[in-house]
């Protein structure tokens, strides 16, 4: 037998109750008075304080007046409980000036493994049973009003005088430094513009302000809002002159612009003044997308945010299908399949296992994606590409001999989308995603990984998905791209096909184009260095590698009596350079420059052919470490140890 205790706010059993007095008639008949005993007229048990199922004090129900003759009255149901009006319970989801501010709270969501849900569906007249699958898989509690305060005052509050103060100077501390760390109107205008015209169609975690009514702009979440639309828009070539946090401030660098927009959110965020879980899960889903970390110990904050937005939308049950009737379905459902869509992007970035799982969802991940605005359903269809690729990749299931995905041809998949009217330059960043795709729907064994011949398939679809990403960024949309971080993250892997061939190739003609495929993706992402710390981090280490390489070559030119190639770039003397006018120095092309390098080095490679250029590196350089980072991005988990290969190599 399940006995409950009553307790007070503390968690102590509260005393039992006695009565104080028989009634009436059993006084005068001297007798045991049973008229007052809960048991005898079926009121409920005493439920603990602070359990979902107990319902406030002005619903719970009161003892039965009584007539003369002894009997209880019959008392009015409330219309809230009603038989009659029993509407299904949804998930409520906050979307306005008061429920942002907290005073709506949601239903709560309690499947069928949890032992509360049996005593709550056979005991509260407020929980629903689920409808997202047949028989459902767990009922809604609906939202119970708080009870009055009824503490007793010899017991010290939990509350103390000491928090209360603490919490004080925190909320002090965040409207005087972080809140007010945003771009200034004029500022905010153009970054705002930029980010609704190129980022939010494609990951549209927050609403277009042009089809809903803006919030008041003094609430804490609007303000962090704000600054993440201003971190996100930085990126952009057009944002470099609107980087201010103050009205005649001066204008900051990208990295510390969004270093110190970062800083902010975070410490607001982490200091709860935020209490909608609906903007809890935007901004952490948008802020992991779009958050730059700075040195390692922030390496790992972009996965810590993803599962903090995947937690706050299994909390409201988001992942549970909704009827048609919901008043916020279309919300529920866009905001979800961004989730879905930034966890496969987190484990293909970061190396990190996925948090949602096909199995784990009421919704049909066909019907949301076709239900999504024709930008976001061709991110959408990438990602469900993606989510194949990420299986090949799992621990256990490594093949033993190459595996190829199928991948439909981009230009049908837009087709399918119906995104024929979507602008250029956004497909153009949706192309480039796909090409990234491309590159790791191809794997190897690890015994020829490492090969200087792959198989055909592998070595044609790396090759044409890596010159394609060069020359869409490089060529075709220079500086109109959306910039996402899925562009940085395509340069390196394009990065890393010209380096295997680099490295491994025995052919000298195809070393030197390797080569000069990895300068134009070290120029790429030397361009984008600013913007993206992985770019950062991986020029670092190709730059070194192209040292070394020209410190073996004109070692070796030396060994094998030919001229020192490093002469080349050495200046002429005083004589023959008074005849050379700057103008004409500036004009020289940099292909020129690049072409004779690589005649030089041919000159080297044709009188020994099968030279090794990188076994005559300096032993003091970890080749092994750069060959595990470069060709590391081949494989999924590897990418969280940049700043650790950073440190390494200086």
Not at 435 to 464: C, E, K, M, W, Y
Request: glycine share 6%; with cysteine; hydrophobic share 35%.
């Amino acid at each position: 037998m399940v006995k409950f205790v009553e307790s007070d706010t503390n968690g102590l059993p509260r005393k039992r109750h006695q009565t104080a007095q028989a009634c009436e008639k059993c006084r005068r008949r001297k007798k045991r008075c049973i008229h007052t005993d809960p048991k005898v007229h079926g009121d409920p048990p005493p439920v603990p304080v602070g359990s979902p199922h107990r319902l406030p004090e002005t619903e719970r129900p009161q003892p039965s007046p009584r007539n003369g003759t002894g009997k209880p009255t019959p008392t009015p149901t409330p219309p809230s409980l009603a038989t009659g009006d029993t509407q299904p319970l949804r998930p409520v989801v906050q979307n306005g000036g008061a429920e942002k501010r907290g005073e709506a709270h949601s239903s709560t969501f309690y499947g069928d493994l949890n032992p509360e849900a049996i005593l709550m569906e056979a005991t509260s007249l407020c929980s629903r049973r689920d409808v997202s699958a047949p028989g459902g898989v767990g009922i809604w509690q609906a939202p119970i009003a708080p009870r009055p305060h009824t503490q007793n005052p010899s017991v010290p509050s939990v509350q103390s005088s000491s928090r209360r103060a603490v919490q004080d100077m925190l909320r002090s501390y965040l409207w005087n430094h972080c809140l007010p760390c945003r771009a200034p109107a004029p500022d905010y205008a153009v970054l705002r513009r930029i980010y609704f015209e190129k980022m939010n169609p494609i990951f549209p975690i927050f609403e277009d302000p042009s089809t809903a009514s803006p919030p008041p702009p003094d609430e804490p979440t609007d303000i962090l809002v704000q600054q993440v639309i201003s971190l996100a828009a930085a990126a952009d070539p057009e944002a470099t002159q609107h980087l201010r946090i103050s009205p005649n401030g001066p204008l900051l660098s990208r990295q510390e612009f969004c270093a110190c927009l970062s800083n902010s959110v975070l410490t607001t965020m982490d200091a709860g003044i935020v209490t909608d879980r609906v903007w809890l899960t935007r901004l952490s889903a948008a802020l992991s997308l779009y958050t730059q970390p700075t040195n390692a110990e922030e390496a790992d904050t972009p996965a810590l945010l993803n599962s903090r937005a995947v937690h706050q939308m299994h909390t409201l049950g988001m992942q549970m299908a909704v009827d048609d009737g919901h008043q916020k379905r279309d919300m529920v459902r866009t905001i979800f399949c961004c989730l879905w869509a930034l966890d496969r992007i987190t484990s293909a970035f970061y190396g990190r296992a996925c948090l949602i799982h096909e199995r784990d969802v009421g919704w049909d991940l066909e019907d949301c994606i076709r239900a999504q605005a024709p930008p976001f359903r061709v991110l959408l269809m990438i990602i469900t590409l993606l989510d194949k690729v990420i299986g090949v990749y799992r621990p256990g299931t490594r093949p033993n001999k190459p595996i190829l995905i199928e991948l439909p041809i981009f230009e049908q998949m837009i087709l399918d989308a119906e995104a024929l009217r979507m602008p250029s330059f956004c497909l153009a960043s949706l192309e480039i995603f796909y090409h990234s795709v491309a590159i790791l729907s191809t794997q190897s064994p690890g015994d020829i990984r490492s090969s200087a011949l792959p198989s055909p398939a592998t070595n044609s679809r790396r090759s044409l998905a890596a010159e394609r990403i060069t020359s869409i960024i490089s060529e075709e949309f220079a500086g109109q791209l959306s910039y996402m971080p899925f562009i940085p993250y395509a340069v390196s892997l394009s990065l890393s096909v010209s380096y295997r061939k680099m490295r491994h190739s025995k052919v000298p003609m195809f070393r030197n184009r390797g080569k000069q495929a990895f300068r134009k993706n070290i120029q790429l992402l030397k361009s984008m260095d600013d913007m993206f710390w992985k770019s950062k981090t991986m020029v670092a280490m190709a730059e070194q590698v192209l040292n070394e390489m020209d410190k073996a070559v004109a070692t070796l030119a030396q060994e094998n009596g030919l001229a020192d190639l490093s002469k080349r770039g050495e200046p002429a003397p005083q004589g023959e350079r008074s005849q050379v006018q700057p103008e004409e120095i500036r004009a020289v092309d940099p292909a020129t420059q690049n072409a004779s390098e690589v005649g030089s080095e041919c000159m080297l490679f044709d009188a020994v052919p099968d030279l090794d250029l990188f076994g005559h590196f300096d032993p003091t350089f970890d080749l092994g470490a750069v060959d595990a980072a470069l060709e590391g991005n081949f494989d999924f988990g590897t990418s969280t140890n940049w700043f650790d290969c950073q440190q390494q190599l200086g």
